[in-house]
């Protein structure tokens, strides 16, 4: 099963575009899955197990380095077409 998500970060903190950028590039490491950017927010698409681990392991990953942040995600349960 495919899924789609869309994402915003809103980091708690003044210097919030490396956190949000840190995030774009742990995600990004996920040779297997779309990933779409853009002023504001980020789409990934794939597997929907691989969807779910990447979100959640790259949140705990960019935590642990930068400290607090919120990440705001809509789940769509398909393949979104991303204009790739």
């Known amino acids: 099963m495919k899924l ?5 970060l809103y980091p708690i903190q003044e210097e919030y575009i490396a956190v949000i950028q ?3 590039d742990v ?3 996920r040779s297997d899955l779309e ?3 853009n002023a504001m927010s980020t789409q990934v698409c794939g597997d929907y197990d691989r969807v779910f681990a990447a979100i959640s392991e790259t949140l705990a990953a960019t935590t642990r380095r930068f400290g607090k942040q919120v990440l705001v995600v809509k789940f769509i ?3 979104l ?3 790739l």
């Open 4 to 8: 789609t998500a869309e994402m915003s």
């Open 27 to 29: 995600l990004r490491e």
């Open 35 to 37: 990933i779409v950017t």
């Open 22 to 24: 840190g995030f774009i």
């Open 77 to 79: 349960p398909w393949e």
């Open 81 to 83: 077409d991303l204009g």
